[in-house]
Antibody, heavy 120, light 108 residues
Framework: EVQLMESGGGLVKPGGSLRLSCAASGFTFSSYNMNWIRQAPGKGLEWVSSISSDTTYIYYADSMKGRFTISRDNAKNSLYLQMNSLRAEDTAVYYC?????????????WGQGTLVTVSS | EIVLTQSPATLSLSPGERATLSCRASQSISSYLAWYQQKPGQAPRLLIYDASNRATGIPARFSGSGSGTDFTLAISSLEPEDFAVYFCQHRANWPPLTFGGGTKVEIK
């Protein structure tokens, strides 16, 4: 069974940093592209970042460029999101999301999410 | 950036009725559109990809159609568990990837 388990969320002050982790199991992690997608409370879905299976490509949404860094450790079956210079508008549930093996940027499995709250 | 506009924002229907949800893209995205269902307190679930392909385990009452800029998600006969929020998402000419604002299907 595919499982994606996020951790690392919490309350942080504006300008602070946080590192999210996602532990993957039930599939060959190193073969799949991975993503972070977020959802502000009561709002819609917003794509944050994507990383290919072998880190050949890494993409970010414009509002996260220069502040967020996505990475992965295929030996540890883990995905990460380093978030710096956090703003109130970054408050959201952050989902770790797997790409479909056959279709790039089709999101076939989602974790349950971790809540990040940016507030003083 | 490709903007996806979903309509209506809210759809009030009774169980057993047919639901028709719309997603319009600001430019042609061929058939590169997916639909997701999200229930309160849960993560989204993939329903349809590439406009008309049902994801694994998705019941046949869900169907997708369209190409270019206009897409439709249909639920042939609403079951109680289908009342949820539905999002569309494109994967053409990215980054960025974008989602529509969502349609809430609520019980009338």
């Amino acid at each position: 069974e595919v499982q994606l388990m996020e951790s690392g969320g919490g309350l942080v002050k504006p300008g602070g940093s946080l590192r999210l982790s996602c532990a993957a199991s039930g599939f060959t992690f190193s073969s799949y592209n991975m993503n972070w997608i977020r959802q502000a409370p009561g709002k819609g879905l917003e794509w944050v970042s994507s990383i290919s299976s072998d880190t050949t490509y890494i993409y970010y949404a414009d509002s996260m460029k220069g502040r967020f860094t996505i990475s992965r450790d295929n030996a540890k079956n883990s995905l990460y999101l380093q978030m710096n210079s956090l703003r109130a508008e970054d408050t959201a549930v952050y989902y770790c999301v797997r790409d479909s093996y056959t279709s790039l940027a089709v999101f076939d499995y989602w974790g349950q999410g971790t809540l990040v709250t940016v507030s003083s | 950036e490709i903007v996806l506009t979903q309509s209506p924002a809210t759809l009030s229907l009774s169980p057993g009725e047919r639901a028709t949800l719309s997603c319009r893209a600001s430019q042609s995205i061929s058939s590169y559109l997916a639909w997701y269902q999200q229930k309160p307190g849960q993560a989204p679930r993939l329903l349809i990809y590439d406009a008309s392909n049902r994801a694994t385990g998705i019941p046949a009452r869900f169907s997708g159609s369209g190409s270019g800029t206009d897409f439709t998600l249909a639920i042939s006969s609403l079951e109680p568990e289908d009342f949820a929020v539905y999002f569309c998402q494109h994967r053409a000419n990215w980054p960025p990837l974008t989602f529509g604002g969502g349609t809430k299907v609520e019980i009338k």
